[in-house]
């Protein structure tokens, strides 16, 4: 015959250790978003080789969606904004 198996109580993560994940999060997420934000001002000031930053710029933005930090329609926009400068400078 089998035995049961005891089910207790689920354990979970303590407040001290989710407020470490949250604090590592939100740092990670902070920088990914700078790091995007700085990338979309440098595409559109310009400069020497302006289609290789709006590329650059287009892969952060996706690179952004891809971690959930932007919704799949603004990231869309974003890069068409993008694209639309990357055909006027060409």
């Known amino acids: 015959m089998a035995v049961a198996?005891?089910?207790g109580p689920k354990k979970r993560p303590t407040p001290e250790k989710r407020d470490r994940q949250?604090?590592?999060r939100a740092a990670r997420?902070?920088?990914?978003?700078s790091a995007l934000k700085t990338a979309i001002k440098k595409a559109r000031i310009g400069g020497t080789d302006r289609e290789k930053v709006?590329?650059?710029a287009i892969k952060r933005v996706?690179?952004?969606c891809a971690k959930g930090l932007l919704h799949k329609n603004n990231a869309a926009r974003k890069k068409s904004q993008l694209m639309k400068?990357?055909?006027?400078?060409?």
């Open 5 to 7: 198996k005891k089910t």
């Open 22 to 24: 949250n604090r590592a």
């Open 29 to 33: 997420n902070k920088a990914t978003r």
């Open 54 to 56: 709006i590329r650059f």
């Open 62 to 64: 996706d690179q952004a």
């Open 85 to 90: 400068l990357l055909n006027s400078v060409a």
